[in-house]
């Protein structure tokens, strides 16, 4: 077992346990998702250069829960789609890479339809 599948294991007991797959279908599950990438979002908000920096030092633990929340919905979501994740990220970096190629992509923030 990977640790991708050790962890969704993981979060379908956690969330079995507590008998809240009731309440679990795509459109809540993705809800759920924004609002909590929404969650790691407010910690950037109004906070540029140095204070930036010292406040992801001094708040990594803050941030690193949110990160993980995210990655719980993420990897319920897959599961009950019947997606695999890591799968489907290896086939995505496939088509970004076609989309950025390096030659054209290196150093330039521009859309690939800018390049």
């Given at each position: 077992m990977d640790k991708i599948d050790f962890l969704t294991?993981?979060?379908?007991?956690?969330?079995?346990?507590?008998?809240?797959?009731?309440?679990?279908?795509?459109?809540?599950?993705?809800?759920?998702?924004?609002?909590?990438?929404?969650?790691?979002?407010?910690?950037?908000?109004w906070r540029n250069g140095q204070d930036l920096e010292e406040y992801i030092k001094s708040h990594k633990s803050h941030l690193a829960d949110e990160l993980a929340d995210v990655l719980y919905w993420?990897?319920?979501?897959?599961?009950?789609?019947?997606?695999?994740?890591?799968?489907?990220?290896?086939?995505?970096?496939?088509?970004?890479?076609?989309?950025?190629?390096?030659e054209k992509a290196k150093g330039s923030y521009a859309k690939y339809d800018q390049l």
């Open positions: 294991k993981k979060v379908i007991e956690f969330r079995d346990a507590r008998e809240w797959k009731q309440f679990h279908n795509p459109k809540d599950i993705a809800v759920s998702l924004a609002l909590e990438a929404s969650e790691v979002l407010e910690h950037f908000q993420i990897l319920l979501m897959s599961h009950d789609l019947d997606i695999d994740i890591a799968d489907a990220l290896e086939q995505k970096l496939i088509k970004n890479a076609e989309k950025y190629p390096i």
